[in-house]
């Protein structure tokens, strides 16, 4: 069993930045992808950045180029920094995490709980 705990959302103003983390405890043998969606009530929930097990991000269109993604391996942890924060940036941000309790077991996808971004004009 897996658990995620994020932090570092806020309310911050447009220009400001912000950086999200997402610490992964439990079984886990390996990880095979590491992610941050975004989700507002009656939205889709929508990929903003990951990593799978290749070391190359994926963005999307509008956090290509302000946000970043990276990883501590070894604290199990995934971050997003967010740059020249946006208010259309406002949502809850969910972090995603994809592991195997052993080796060549089956993977299981965890969510993070959300924590909220808030972009001011």
């Known amino acids: 069993q897996v658990q995620l705990v994020e932090s570092g959302g806020g309310l911050v103003q447009a220009g400001g930045s912000l950086r999200l983390s997402c610490v992964a405890s439990g079984t886990i043998f390996s990880i095979s992808k590491m992610a941050w969606y975004r989700q507002a009530l009656g939205n889709e929930r929508e990929l903003v950045a990951m990593?799978?097990?290749?070391?190359?991000?994926v963005y999307s269109d509008s956090a290509k180029g302000r946000f970043t993604i990276s990883r501590d391996n070894a604290k199990n942890t995934v971050y997003l920094q967010m740059n020249s924060l946006k208010p259309e940036d406002t949502d809850t941000y969910y972090c995603?995490?994809?592991?195997?309790?052993?080796?060549?077991?089956?993977?299981?996808?965890?969510w993070g709980p959300g924590t909220q971004v808030t972009v001011s004009s």
């Open positions: 990593f799978t097990t290749s070391d190359t991000p």
């Open positions: 995603n995490v994809v592991v195997s309790e052993f080796a060549r077991g089956p993977l299981y996808s965890y």
